[in-house]
């Protein structure tokens, strides 16, 4: 266990951030999150989980290292979680370099704010399953080599091998989570899931007639970020830091996913789902499949939530914020 219950979220006003937030409040937490500010309404997920007020809010950004320091020092941190990133893996190759500051040198500047300001700290990295890219194995997990194929992933590479460096440099307590696809109703509008449920949802309500995707043919190990938050808590509470695999163990193609999402409202995705050109990347991760068997032996930790109930969860999200 790490000595104090105060948390540093960076990316607190994300998908993961809103739920880890709600998580580490419920076990009694201060919960401090980075905040940079920006004139768009970014609150609406810890508004829609009722902890906007509960959180407070240290104004920094992940590219300036002065305000890493003082959020480290105002928060008196003993637990630090790097969620904040430039997190859209397509927008990645219009913004490469803004891509690798945020995801790459970012991380690397929230470690060396934990380890100027206290280096007894525990950090929690957020890597990604698109590090793997394009290695296939029969089910990836900690030993399966790397090879981004995309700006995100080459930055989020960084990231983590800068975490296994400082673990091992000034022996920090310092953890990467190798989570794979995770969603929820709090899932942006730019994702493969989220489109979609919010499409069928519309497409049902009748204010919309077609979904446009790019390749459905490509397959992800999709759980509940719900689930996978607690992973990332019990990474920081083991008695040293390591790298896990956060996966269900199941893949699905988009195609199959789409049909689970318009199933589920009495519609067949035939009749709706057009193929736009302009939604292919330049280069394309096919099939990701993770194996967790290390974070369930070692966390005790295992994913509660299927595709099915996921995708079908975040249908009737959509249609409840359609209806009004
Ligand atoms: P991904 O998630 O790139 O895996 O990264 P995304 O939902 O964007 O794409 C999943 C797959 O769906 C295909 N696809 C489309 N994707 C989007 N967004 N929009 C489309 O219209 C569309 N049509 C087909 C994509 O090509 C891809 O194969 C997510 C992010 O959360 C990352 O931050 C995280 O690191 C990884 O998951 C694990």
């Given at each position: 266990?790490?000595?104090?219950?105060?948390?540093?979220?960076?990316?607190?006003?994300?998908?993961d951030?809103?739920?880890?937030?709600?998580?580490?409040?419920?076990?009694?937490?201060?919960?401090?999150?980075?905040?940079?500010?920006?004139?768009?309404?970014?609150?609406?997920?810890?508004r829609e989980?009722?902890?906007?007020?509960?959180?407070?809010?240290?104004?920094?950004?992940?590219?300036d290292?002065?305000?890493l320091?003082?959020?480290?020092?105002?928060?008196k941190?003993?637990?630090?979680?790097?969620?904040?990133?430039?997190?859209?893996?397509?927008?990645?190759w219009?913004?490469?370099?803004?891509?690798?500051?945020?995801?790459?040198?970012?991380?690397?500047?929230?470690?060396?704010?934990?380890?100027?300001?206290?280096?007894?700290?525990?950090f929690?990295?957020?890597?990604?399953?698109?590090?793997?890219?394009?290695?296939?194995?029969?089910?990836?997990?900690?030993?399966?080599?790397?090879?981004?194929r995309?700006?995100?992933?080459v930055?989020?590479?960084?990231?983590?091998?800068?975490t296994?460096?400082?673990?091992?440099?000034?022996k920090?307590?310092?953890?990467?989570?190798?989570l794979?696809?995770?969603?929820?109703p709090?899932?942006?509008?730019?994702?493969?899931?989220r489109?979609?449920?919010?499409?069928?949802?519309?497409?049902?309500?009748?204010?919309?007639k077609?979904?446009?995707?790019?390749?459905i043919d490509?397959?992800?190990?999709?759980?509940?970020?719900?689930?996978?938050?607690?992973?990332?808590?019990?990474?920081t509470?083991?008695?040293?830091?390591?790298?896990?695999?956060?996966?269900?163990?199941?893949?699905?193609?988009?195609?199959?996913?789409?049909?689970?999402?318009?199933?589920?409202?009495?519609l067949?995705?035939?009749?709706?789902?057009?193929?736009?050109?302009r939604?292919?990347r330049?280069?394309?991760?096919?099939?990701l499949?993770?194996?967790?068997?290390?974070?369930?032996?070692?966390?005790?930790?295992?994913?509660?939530?299927?595709?099915?109930?996921?995708?079908?969860?975040?249908?009737?999200?959509?249609?409840?914020?359609?209806?009004g």
């Amino acid at each position: 266990m790490s000595n104090n219950k105060s948390a540093l979220i960076t990316g607190v006003t994300g998908q993961d951030g809103a739920y880890l937030s709600q998580l580490l409040l419920g076990k009694g937490y201060d919960v401090y999150g980075l905040l940079a500010r920006r004139s768009t309404d970014t609150l609406w997920r810890l508004r829609e989980l009722g902890i906007d007020k509960d959180v407070r809010f240290i104004d920094g950004d992940l590219c300036d290292l002065s305000s890493l320091i003082r959020a480290m020092e105002t928060s008196k941190a003993g637990e630090v979680y790097n969620l904040g990133a430039q997190s859209f893996v397509g927008s990645s190759w219009q913004q490469p370099i803004l891509t690798a500051q945020v995801d790459g040198v970012g991380a690397l500047n929230v470690l060396e704010a934990v380890r100027i300001v206290n280096s007894s700290a525990h950090f929690y990295q957020a890597s990604t399953s698109e590090m793997f890219g394009l290695i296939q194995a029969e089910k990836q997990d900690e030993t399966t080599p790397f090879y981004p194929r995309s700006p995100y992933g080459v930055a989020k590479l960084m990231a983590h091998w800068a975490t296994v460096n400082y673990r091992e440099s000034f022996k920090m307590h310092a953890s990467s989570g190798i989570l794979f696809n995770h969603e929820s109703p709090l899932r942006g509008i730019e994702f493969v899931t989220r489109k979609v449920t919010d499409a069928v949802a519309a497409i049902k309500l009748g204010q919309q007639k077609e979904l446009r995707l790019g390749n459905i043919d490509s397959k992800r190990d999709w759980g509940f970020a719900g689930d996978y938050v607690e992973a990332m808590w019990l990474m920081t509470q083991q008695a040293e830091g390591d790298d896990y695999v956060v996966a269900t163990g199941i893949t699905t193609t988009v195609r199959d996913m789409c049909e689970i999402a318009f199933k589920h409202v009495g519609l067949n995705y035939r009749d709706h789902l057009v193929i736009d050109e302009r939604f292919f990347r330049p280069a394309e991760v096919d099939v990701l499949l993770g194996n967790p068997d290390k974070a369930r032996a070692r966390l005790g930790w295992s994913p509660k939530t299927s595709v099915e109930q996921l995708i079908t969860m975040m249908v009737d999200a959509d249609l409840r914020r359609r209806k009004g």
